[in-house]
Structure formats: structure tokens, C-alpha cells
């Protein structure tokens, strides 16, 4: 159950109402975001809502049966919109893209993308300067340094940031540079990152584990936001199946599903969900008329002489193919 | 490597090759379909092609280093069509579309299926006489007496007719009356049924194992091609995967997969992809632009009073929309 | 429900109790096995049990509230014991071994195994002579010639068999040289396979499907024994998941949990379980350990040669010390 | 490629090592342990190894064609020993037991879980303080308070301490109070904190990821070892599976690969690997036989009354014979 609060709702009040559902059974939990005010009442008695319903400093009251309440569409039917200034919006209408290399390797790299994508009129790069990677011996990114060149030269050119972070610590060195922080398919329940960017005044992407369940996804944005962070967007990238013809299987269905469950954006990513660069199209395709509120692939000058994940990023030239291709899909699914 | 052989070769020619590509150490197999022969060579030893090419009765020598041989398309580039006759094809150009019931259940409930697909220009219908049912005690189908009756209305509105072989004794009496035979995901490996499907001159639609792989149904597509029937189309219909918020998980990779792999037809089954019923226009769509030759997907009059899969199966208002954005989004991605 | 009958029941009284059940609401299947005769009730209507109690006919009620009812414990508690005669059983107490090469390939295969299994105590044999393969260019089995050859072979020695059917043509020729049927991975859910096997009066061992549910191979097992056929047993073999390290993932769970949901013997088979031959006897010892009532497993004179499985086959001696220790181990659990 | 460094190696000596690696192709790291220097060299060019093998300051040199290289057992044939003092070990000879409450929750079930352990001679307990829950309203655990409690009751009782960190922040106030740090499964690839593990002199377990594979773990542990901590157990405890009639699919082929793989000690977690609490006893024998150096699971005085995994978790009665049995397994795989 969801009780949504009055803005001016004052403590005594507050405190009131805590103990009218304590007394009901049910435990809750005082949610304040950077828009509202909520108590999250977890408990299973039935009882008719009309008994708190009247009780000063409650604005409105759901019920939401589902595990996760906030992210849930049976509360908050509209979709949310993610405002990155600038009017670039994730969510809600048009199809947000965003586009860029898997690691950040130097000012070329970057200037030449900025470019493409500047060409394309797609205002949102993403990149990564802190790398996940399975081996200690691999390329783990250009770090904060990076992160920094990276911001300069965008902002120039009016582009927005998506970028990876990997832990708590990093999370005050990169606020000022990013304008989404993405958390990672191995990070989805790293549950201390997702309270501590609750606690932080900018939108979070989160992705689903490597073999999370659409629940399970649901259940971090939840973190996020009974931590204090509305501006939360979920992307599906595949999930780790028997079939290894592909690097991933792309979850198709998790779109629609996730539609109907959340009222947060839902983002694809077809780079991770098939691995393969010739068939990133389709499958970035596909995800637009499934129902997706934006893409999010690779791209690189050169993917041959990637850093990392060439072989499932695609040269400039496909990538601008793949644009007005992805924008005639969205328009068609819009009549 | 496939060796084309020549229509009018003869038993010694033939004799002759068989002999010199054993002594390069290859086994040998002949295949002769209703459209050619063929000798498939088994082997790993490098030898230049010239030495045999010159053989009489060779038409032409192919090497293909996949498993699968005859489906596969590094010997014959030209996408394979299956012609129904009447001018309704699977493959090529344009997008097939076949719907109908789960489970045929009766006359009146065949007319209307026919009346709406007929309405809508759809020319195959689809519908299970023969049901595989994981429990002894739930409904197994109308059996040949109801492929009979469904026949008999089918054609006289120019209807064709896709339906579920599940055994051998099955086939000689359900030949005069499906166009096209298909194997369901629990027979995917049923090597029996596939070899005397090879035998019979009517398309086959083989689906794919509840967890089979991609190569493992090109294999057993191969099976079917290599004795004797060219006739094929494969169907992506969901494998079987942890995440249990839908009930299969779509593999819309497999679909340009399967393109690039083989020269035959793809086509995707929605219904059991997701199987829900709200989500299955999202997921035809979405493999429509991945690039799938046609759609296989369950209808109903009535399907909260369907025998079998009402769950998972449109009505036929949804049916009728979702025929027409399917048709463009076909057309969509032609340009 | 399971309304057992009496063995003197007749036709009228029989015809009395499925009125009753009918008009209670439930849908009733009259089973009749070489052991009792029985009436399956597939309903979800609570009532008095005693009001059909009364009724002549029947000897006794069972609620089962499982999918699957004639397998299950909860009608049925004592364990199921199969008696191969001659003093050679499996499940109830002691362990039954079972061991031989993938694929019986000649005469002399054959009496070096059944010389190895007699020098150790083991009475079964197994044995593939139909095989199915996923590629339709692999050795396919010497067939029935091969059977009959070993069955001489066997018999001379006191070796039971078991071996695989593929099909249902092929039941009438194997059923009077083998002791147990064996169903394949591929053919777990092959139900017109199994409906036939419950027309025959030999043991029938079913392995779980290679991504097949627990509930489905109990189901599977259902569908033998509604046809007629008590004498089941089930086997684990591995399951397909995503880890690649081994062939299969043995689903050592699988073996508690069969044992108390049904009263039908449990066989593991570790060399399909992990494929690799070094850690076959690691496995089997925990299956047994596990509760399995048998250890199928596949050993060969020369591994290196065999036709098939070699990568997962036990040499002689690996197979006499395994022998050794699954017999200790089993004693291990007795206490 | 591991070169092993003389523990006196000056820095110059390394440099020229460097240099000369570093020449033929290779990339180089240094790691320093407690007990050791190794520098790690990542290439593939085929070299004699003699043309370094003279250079001043090298122990030794071992090929390791492993992605993970320090924990590969292709370089240390010897089984790694964990000694937490007072003479209790893990790995090399005996088995490890490790038992407790899922959450540590107060003083009594602190003390009622010590006085069990000691009647039993078990000397290491498990329990968590910090507890990663998917959903941000469920108990948390008692935190650092609990563990100081928890870890003056064990000292006074010669009780060992094993429990998860969740994140960098926590190694610091834990490390005083723990005996063995615990990586849980959604931490499995959190490479900051293996990073930071890496740094500290206390042995860590790390837990398989929740769909992690064999190889991941191995990596997962090169992180902390190559980052300065040679102190690790690898414990499996199931893996995500289609199969839902246990909470994980407890992969016991892993335990004999891991072993063959790695030098280090195996742990089987039974609790978390099939999740039923009647079963847990089967699988922990399995997974003992199979060849695992330690079994850690979950035990509460009255398991329906506890925080969390009461469903899985044994009460004391069952525990003191599941110990019994687990080293009677232990005793006869020493034949």
C-alpha cells in the first residue's frame, strides 16, 4: 500500500498516521523523494481504506499487491518522464537514443562521436570509463579523467552523458559530469550502490542482472526509490540462457511486460541482447516496436580497433542507417 | 560438402564419385529429393575440389563447414520458397501469415476462423487436430475426423491448411489434407518422424525444441532435407529459460540467425513466445522486423472458451488489427 | 483423486461409481494395469469422501492433488519395487547397477562387457542398438540384428537389458529381447511413445527431457502407467543450463525430490549427468548418496574407440572400482 | 603465465624482467601477496622459456593457458590450506564444517548456536549481519553491532566467525570480528570489493554468482588473489535453472571441475543449493562424496521462528546427525 502525503504534511501528522496502520498491522516506511512524500505500508490484512482514509496529511492511498509499490503502474498510471534538461526526455513520447562506444578511450574517439552522433541529432552519448570486466588483466577504463575530457567536449556540442558507475565511492567524483548514471548488469542487486544513488538528485538507468528476473529489476528501481530517487529508467540487454549462438538472449518479451508493470522508461539494448554487430539492427528494431522508450547501442569510428566489445558495435556508417530506421519504426507504432 | 549431382547421372557415374571421395577419406551419402541429388560428404581431410570436379555427372561441389549441410546457406545463397500452390507462398517476398484456433473443436468454430481470415486476406489457417498434452488426462484433439471436416470447409474458401503431425502412423492419413505438416517443439528431436517426413512431397514446418538450440534445429531440418524433402520452414516459438513472467522466452536473435545460417523460410510463433495474450502483437511485430517470413499465431472467436491456450490467443478484433500493422511493418523495412 | 477397485469389480458397478463421480463433477478415466484396476477423477469440487465410499466396487479412495496421480506417494507410499526376475530388482532395498557401452557395436564389445559385469556382480546391462542422433549423417546403431545378437549373448550369462526405443514400430520387435525399455532424453514427451508402452507387459525406464521439469517426467511417467503399465522407473540425466564447463548440469535435487513426490524406483545416470569420464565417479557417488535407487553409467574396453560417448565412458578397471565404492557408499546411507 | 619472483628479488631484478617479457609480447603485473611475488604475463606468442628462466631474481616459470592464472591448479599442483589458528583449517585433509543461522538476530540464538556447534565440534559458525534482500523492506540484519556480539560469544567458545561483507565500506569494521569474509552470490562480480579483499589479510569465500559459471568464479577469485590475498575458498551453492521445485539447481558436477581446476578449497553451501530444508541433509552428503572440502549451511534453534531462510534451515537435531553422516561420507571417499 501506498500513501501518498501532503506536501505540507508535518511530523505529528505524520507520526498519526504511522501509528493508525501499525495498529492495522502493517509495517511502513516513510519514503521522502525529491517530489513527494510517501509511507510504503507492507502487510497483507484486508481492511476498508476508508478508516485512514480521512485522517489529515494524506494526499491519496493505493493498493499496490505487487512485491515493488513505488515503480508499480498501479499507483502512478502515467508514464514518467525523465527530464535531462535541454529538452531531452526519456520516456513519455519519442524514442530516445543514445549512442556511443563501450569504453571512452581518448579525445579523437570522443570528438569523432560527438560528431556522428551531433549529424544524427541523437543529444545522448553513452561510454564507459570505469570497465567491469571479468579479468583482473583486462582494460578497465580511463576513470574520472576520462570522465572529465568526455564532459568538456560534450557540453560544447550540447550532448548528454550516460556512463557506468561501478560503486559507491565513484558516485560524488562522477555527479557533476554525468547526466545518467547507469548501474551494470552485475551491479543490479548490488544493493549499497542503489541506496546510495536513492540519495542522489539525478536520473539512474538500471540494467537487468545478467540472469535477473523482470521482478527482480523491479525490486532495485524500488531501492533507488524508497531510497529518494524517482528518476529511474530500466533496460532490458539480454539475459544469460543454454543458447550460445548469441552472446546474450534478448528478452523481447521483458518490453511489454515491463510497460505494463512499471510506469518508469523502459530502454533496450541490442548491443548486449544479441552480441553480434550484424544483427544489432533487427534486434534494435525489434525492441522499437515492441513497445521500447529508447535504444541504447554501441558505435565506434573504428569497432575493429575497439578497446572492448568491437565485435558487437557498429561503424558510423550503420549507425546512421540504423537511426532513421529506428525513427520510421517508432512513428509507424505510434497510429 | 555437397556434391550437386547432374539430373541425369547414372548409377555408375555416381558409383565412381562415391568411390574416389571415400578414397579421400570422406564418407559419402546420397540424397535425392524431390528436386535434385545429391551426395553429402562427411570428412575433415583438405583436398583441392578440382580432383573430383572433373568427374562425370557432377554439376557442382559446395564445402560447408557446418554441421548441417543441405539447409545450410553457404551452398545456396537464394532464400528457398514454398509454394502452396494458388499462388500462397512462405519465403521470398512478403510476409505469410497463419492463424487459427489452438485446438480445432468443432464446425461452427471453423467457419468463423475461415469467415475472418478470409476477410482479412489470410490464406493459411492453422489449428491442432492431434494435441500433445504434457498431462494423460487433458483433451487430445478431434483426431482425423476433424482434419477432415476442417479440409473439406478450408477449401472451398480457397483456405490452406497448417497442422501438427505428432507420429509416423500419423502421416499417410493426414497427407490428402494439410498443406503443410508441422512438427511440434516436443518432437523437434524425433528422429523417426523427421526421416519419414523426408519421404513425403508437402512442406514441412518444423518448431523449435522447448530447449533446443539454433544448430540443433538446423540439424533437424537436415534430417528431414536429407531424406528427401527440400520443402522446409522453420519456426522460432520461444525456448525455455528461467525467467518465468511470460511463458517462453522469444529468442528474436534466433531470427536473423537463422537467416544468416540457412537458405530456408523463418517463421515466428508469438502466441506461444510470450503467451499472453496482451503481449503477443508486440512480439509478432517485433520479429516481423527482425526479419521473419511469417507469422504463426493463435485466434479465436471466443478465446476465454477455447479448449486449449485461451491465454495466449487474440480475439478477432485484436486478430484484425494486428494482421494490419503486421503488413506494415513488413512493408516498413523493404525500403 | 484414485478410486482404486476392487480386482472382482464388473461392468455395472463400475458404470454405478463413474455416474456418481460424474454427477459430483468430475471427469473420471477408467485405468486398468496388469496389476489393479483403477478410476482416475480429475476434478476441483471438495466433498465427503463417504458419500462414494459405500458404493460396490470400490476397494479404496485416494485425494491426490498433484497433476500427475497414479506415480504419486501420496496415494501409493510403499516404494515400487521392478522384479526383472531371477533374483535381479530395482528400487526398494539395494542398489541396482547398470552399466555397458553407449552403442553395442560387435560381438566380441559384447562378451568382453558381459565379462566385466559378471566378474563384478552387476545383472544389468545397457546398451544402445536404435540411437538417435542429432546429426542424420552419424552412426545410427546396429538395430535389431544387434539386439538379438546381444540378447544370445546375455542370456547365456544371466545379464538382464535395457536399451532405448525410439519408436513405437520398433516396440514390438525389441519387447522380447530386452528387460527394461529404456525412453530417451528426446523422447521424454514423445506421448504417443508412451501411451503405446503402456499397452506392454516389460519395465519401462524414462529419463527427464534434456530441459524437462520434475513435474513433467512424473507426468510422462502418468501417461505410461493411465495406459496400463505400472512398472516405471524414473532417471535423472542432467539438465541443460547455461554452464558450458560440463555436458550436462546433473540435478542432484532432482533425486530427493523424485523419491518423495512419487513411489516409482529413481536411477541416476552421472556419465550423461557430467559427460566428462574423470568426474563420472564423483557424481555417481553422490547420486547415491543422494537417495537414487540405481547408477546407469556407460563403460567400455577401450573408451578411445567406442562409437559414441567415448568422452564420458569408464574403462574397466575405472568401472570395477566405481562398482566398489557406489556398493559402500549405498551401505554408507543404510544406518 | 606465472613467474614466480625470489622473495628477495630487488627492484632493479624486476624491471629486467619486465623489460624482457615485455619485448617478447607479453603484458606484465605484479602481485604481491602475503606470501609470495609473482608477476602475472598475459600474451599468446610462443617462446622458449629457458630465454628467461636465467634472468637473476625468478623462482620459477609456469605456463598457464587459463584465462584466471594464480588460482589455476596448472602452476600450484598443491591444495591450498586456509588456517584460521587454534588449528582449524580449510582444505588439504578433513572436512570443514560450517554451520549457523541464516541472520544473526540476538544473544540467546547466539549462544543456543555456539553451545551446539561445541557439543558437535564444529568450530566454525556462519551467519550474516548485513544481509542483501531484493526487496528494500525486508530485515536487513543487525549490522556491526550484532557481529561484535556475536564475536564475544565465539571467542570465549573457540568459535570461528564466517560472514558476508557486502561492501568496501564494511571490510574495515569488520575485519577485526571475522574470521572469514563471505562474498555472496549477487556480489560475486563486484570487482571494487574483491578488488579491496584483496588487500586485506583475512581469507575470503567467495560464493558462485547466482547464474555465474565455473570460470567467472575462477576470475572472480584472480581478482582478490592478483590483488594481493592468496587466502581463498570457492564455494558453490546452485546455480539459476528453468527447474522451480528447488529454490537453485545445486551444480554438483561444479565440485570435482573446481577441484581439478584450482588449487584451492571447495565449499558446497547445501542450504542455499536446493533451498528445502527436508533435502538439505541428502545434498550436503552428496556434495561430500563428490569431493568438497567444507559444507557450510544454515541451522536455527526453531527454524519456522527464523528472520529468514526458516524454510531451508535445519534445527538442531537434524544438524547434530547431518554432522555425524557428513563425516562418516568424508571418511569413506578416504579409501
Not at 577504463?141 to 561501478?166: C, F, H, P, T
Not at 567524483?173 to 543490479?188: E, H, K, W
Not at 541506496?195 to 540472469?211: Q, T
Request: hydrophobic share 40%.
Amino acid at each position: 500500500m501506498i500513501i501518498e502525503l501532503k506536501p505540507n504534511v508535518d511530523s505529528n501528522q505524520q507520526q498519526s498516521i504511522i501509528e493508525k496502520i501499525t495498529a492495522l498491522g502493517y509495517k511502513s516506511m516513510p519514503v521522502a523523494t525529491q517530489r513527494s512524500k510517501y509511507l510504503v505500508a507492507i502487510g497483507k490484512k484486508e481492511f476498508d481504506i476508508r478508516t485512514i482514509g480521512h485522517l489529515s496529511g494524506i494526499a491519496d492511498i493505493h493498493r499496490v499487491p505487487d512485491e515493488y509499490k513505488l515503480v508499480s503502474k498501479k499507483w502512478k498510471v502515467a508514464p514518467t518522464v525523465i527530464d535531462l534538461g535541454d529538452g531531452v526526455t526519456i520516456g513519455g513520447n519519442g524514442l530516445a537514443i543514445m549512442a556511443g562506444p563501450c569504453s571512452i578511450e581518448n579525445e579523437k574517439q570522443i570528438e569523432q562521436t560527438i560528431q556522428h552522433l551531433v549529424a544524427n541529432q541523437v543529444p545522448i552519448m553513452r561510454g564507459g570509463v570505469f570497465k567491469p570486466r571479468s579479468s583482473p588483466y583486462a582494460f578497465r577504463g580511463l576513470g574520472i579523467d576520462g570522465l572529465k575530457l568526455w564532459y568538456e567536449l560534450a557540453r560544447k556540442n550540447g550532448i548528454k552523458i550516460i556512463s557506468e558507475v561501478m560503486q559507491v565511492s565513484q558516485i560524488e567524483s562522477m555527479l557533476p559530469y554525468v547526466d545518467v548514471f547507469q548501474v551494470g548488469a552485475r551491479n543490479t542487486q548490488n544493493f549499497n550502490l542503489l541506496d546510495e544513488l536513492g540519495k542522489v538528485d539525478k536520473p539512474v538507468m538500471i540494467k537487468r542482472g545478467i540472469s535477473g528476473t523482470i521482478d527482480e529489476l523491479l525490486s532495485s528501481a524500488e531501492y533507488v526509490f524508497s531510497a529518494g530517487n524517482e528518476k529511474l529508467i530500466l533496460c532490458e540487454r539480454g539475459i544469460r540462457t543454454y543458447e550460445k549462438a548469441s552472446r546474450n538472449t534478448m528478452d523481447i518479451n521483458a518490453i511489454p511486460i515491463l510497460k505494463a508493470k512499471s510506469h518508469l522508461p523502459v530502454v533496450a539494448d541490442p548491443s548486449h541482447g544479441i552480441g553480434i554487430r550484424e544483427y544489432v539492427p533487427q534486434v534494435a528494431l525489434a525492441a522499437t516496436v515492441a513497445g521500447a522508450d529508447g535504444i541504447i547501442y554501441e558505435t565506434h569510428q573504428k569497432p575493429e580497433e575497439a578497446f572492448s566489445d568491437g565485435q558487437q558495435t557498429l561503424d558510423f556508417d550503420e549507425s546512421s542507417r540504423l537511426i532513421k530506421r529506428l525513427r520510421a519504426a517508432y512513428n509507424l507504432i505510434q497510429d
